[in-house]
């Protein structure tokens, strides 16, 4: 009798027994099938959610981590350096870069002074403000840029920009002094554009220029501006106002027989050969980069030399005549801050201060990836900004950087943007004592000098990677190309941007 309650007993225990394992068995099954148990979110309304998102997308990387939990004085340390880059680097600044740096800053000296006073003409500007604008904004960029290679003035894109949207407004031999006040409207607000686009770190507008209209935009703004040096390669002085292929065209074959000079066609032909020359020996081995960058400078004292003995301006060939001689005058009172100029300056900076962007952050980025540092694209969006606020107020038209020059700045070896004001220093020594020589320049070899540079411009082989990708985009590419080439410099930008 005894035995049956033990039974029991073991039969319950049993049961429970059995009961645990088939409950864990399946608390083992939910484990597998769940086997990272995440708690819900907690609630947040509609106000704090807004916050999130805009500073998730605007300030991603926290651009004031650094000031945290730092004292008043090192914040204002901090403060400084972020404005100033240069007092941050400048601290492990050593002879060995300078040496690097002054090598540089000379080599694109030899560069740009030929290529301002050629890109002043694309802005319908006297060859002085070419010189002026490569003079100030270096100075102010090199202080607070980031890029070490950049190298900053005006190129031929936004001088063709800027010269055809102010003469749709004023014609620059009608209204001269006019002209020049517009032209330094558009730069403030220019600058203006660029510097409030990186403090509000709006860089990410820019992408909506996709690549495919870049290149293709590019590559049209270089057939018209070549077009444009036709005037001055064969020597025709009535020549359209027009920037289309037909146009032009029209313009010069209807000059073929009393417009055509033939001592212009001459000296053109001859030092733009020289130039293309040039430019395939630095091409094809990287040890001789110099002799591109050196070539246009030689082109111009050959050739003025070759004017000033033979007297060839009392036969038709068109020469600069006057630079004016001194450093950038003030035009802080030139600025239009009221009128009917002042919406039409605006649109004129926007447009160009946008083009002028991308041109400066593209290259920045190349060069910041083959040397493998970062770049702040907000601070550089600042620093070219506040170049151009000054560069309005000192006589300067838009500035940028240049990928021919920021191309020779790195290939001569240098090392931060002390180069910049190497090259600056030159173009001063040059504004001060040097301009008088220029006198005798022919316009054939600025021609020449513009036509070999915007050459860089066709990347062909983009356009062919284009195709093999996207067709819809080289179709992009294709339209942003024909509208420039076949209507105008606006049409194509605009093209550009809606694809």
């Not at 708690?39 to 500073?55: D, H, S, W």
């Not at 003079?135 to 607070?144: D, N």
Request: glycine residues 8%.
């Amino acid at each position: 009798m005894a035995s049956k309650p033990h039974s029991n007993d073991e039969e319950v225990e049993t049961k429970e027994m059995d009961i645990r394992s088939l409950s864990s068995s399946r608390c083992d099954l939910h484990d597998m099938q769940y086997p990272h148990k995440v708690g819900l979110p907690p609630k947040q309304n509609l106000f704090r959610e807004f916050i999130a998102t805009v500073k998730e997308t605007f300030f991603a990387d926290d651009p004031l981590r650094h000031f945290k939990d730092q004292p008043r004085s090192r914040k204002l340390i901090l403060g400084v350096q972020a404005i100033f880059p240069i007092l941050e680097w400048g601290r492990s600044y050593s002879w060995r870069k300078f040496r690097g740096d002054l090598i540089a800053g000379l080599t694109i000296a030899s560069l740009c002074i030929p290529q301002d006073i050629g890109y002043a003409n694309l802005a319908n500007l006297d060859p002085q403000y070419g010189l002026y604008s490569s003079f100030v904004p270096p100075l102010i960029y090199a202080f607070m840029g980031s890029s070490r290679d950049i190298a900053i003035g005006p190129v031929a894109v936004v001088s063709l920009l800027l010269g055809t949207m102010l003469s749709n407004e004023i014609d620059p031999k009608k209204n001269e002094a006019e002209y020049r006040r517009l032209a330094f409207t558009a730069t403030f607000f220019a600058g203006i554009t660029q510097a409030t686009l990186g403090f509000l770190r709006l860089g990410f507008l820019i992408d909506f220029l996709s690549h495919a209209a870049i290149v293709g935009f590019m590559a049209g703004a270089a057939v018209t501006i070549a077009l444009q040096q036709l005037k001055g390669l064969l020597g025709i002085q009535k020549f359209t106002k027009k920037t289309d292929i037909i146009s032009v065209m029209h313009s010069v074959w209807g000059n073929v027989d009393h417009g055509w000079n033939w001592q212009t066609i001459l000296i053109g032909v001859s030092f733009l050969s020289f130039l293309l020359l040039a430019k395939y020996i630095g091409k094809k081995n990287r040890k001789f980069f110099w002799v591109p960058a050196i070539a246009p400078l030689i082109s111009v004292i050959l050739s003025t030399f070759f004017v000033y003995i033979t007297h060839a301006e009392k036969k038709g060939v068109q020469i600069v005549k006057n630079i004016e001689k001194g450093i950038n005058p003030s035009s802080v009172d030139k600025i239009y801050f009221s009128g009917e100029y002042l919406l039409k300056g605006l649109k004129i900076g926007v447009v160009a201060g946008l083009i002028a962007l991308t041109e400066a952050v593209a290259i920045g980025r190349t060069f910041a990836s083959m040397k493998d540092y970062q770049l702040d694209g907000n601070k550089e969006m600042v620093a070219l900004g506040a170049m151009n606020v000054v560069g309005s107020m000192t006589s300067c038209y838009v500035a940028t950087g240049s990928f021919s020059r920021s191309a020779v700045n790195y290939m001569a070896g240098c090392e931060t943007a002390v180069s910049n004001i190497i090259m600056s220093c030159v173009v001063f020594l040059t504004l001060e004592f040097i301009t008088p020589l220029f006198k005798y320049t022919p316009n054939a070899i600025l021609a020449a000098i513009i036509i070999s540079a915007v050459v860089g411009l066709f990347d062909v082989p983009a356009a062919i990677l284009i195709w093999k990708i996207d067709k819809f985009d080289f179709i992009a590419c294709l339209g942003a190309f024909l509208g420039v080439v076949f209507k105008t410099v606006e049409i194509g930008l605009l093209i550009a941007v809606r694809t």
